[in-house]
Nanobody, 123 residues
Framework: VQLQASGGGLVQAGGSQRLSCAAS????????IGWFRRAPGKEREGVSC????????YYVDSVKGRFTISRDNVKKTVYLQMNRLKPEDTAVYYC?????????????????WGKGTLVTVSS
């Protein structure tokens, strides 16, 4: 299982950024995908999760109404659309995969992890 997050960069507060999580070497449509982040000096935080079919999504309270997780199983890619970004959203963002049952408690961690992408939100 190989995952790669991309799409990070520098964005001004209030702006938008879309992250992508690409899968290779396995069938993405069997796996729930979660997004996590680690801000400088802070613990890892679960941001969002989407089940394998996309029928259920979960968000941490701090991003509800601003972030949207979605997936395209044909393209083997999961997206995290981030709107109204805040400086406190600055972090390295990671995607991870696990079975659907884990998605409801994704913030405890998932089985397979990809490399992260840095998002920096300037004030």
């Amino acid at each position: 299982v190989q995952l790669q997050a991309s799409g990070g960069g520098l964005v001004q507060a209030g702006g938008s950024q879309r992250l992508s999580c690409a899968a290779s070497g396995f069938a993405l449509d069997y796996w729930a995908i979660g997004w996590f982040r680690r801000a400088p000096g802070k613990e890892r935080e679960g941001v969002s999760c989407i089940t394998s079919s996309g029928d259920r999504t979960y968000y941490v309270d701090s991003v509800k109404g601003r972030f949207t997780i979605s997936r395209d199983n044909v393209k083997k890619t999961v997206y995290l659309q981030m709107n109204r970004l805040k400086p406190e959203d600055t972090a390295v963002y990671y995607c991870a995969a696990d079975i659907d049952r884990v998605c409801g408690d994704y913030y405890y961690g998932m089985k397979y992890w990809g490399k992260g992408t840095l998002v920096t939100v300037s004030s």
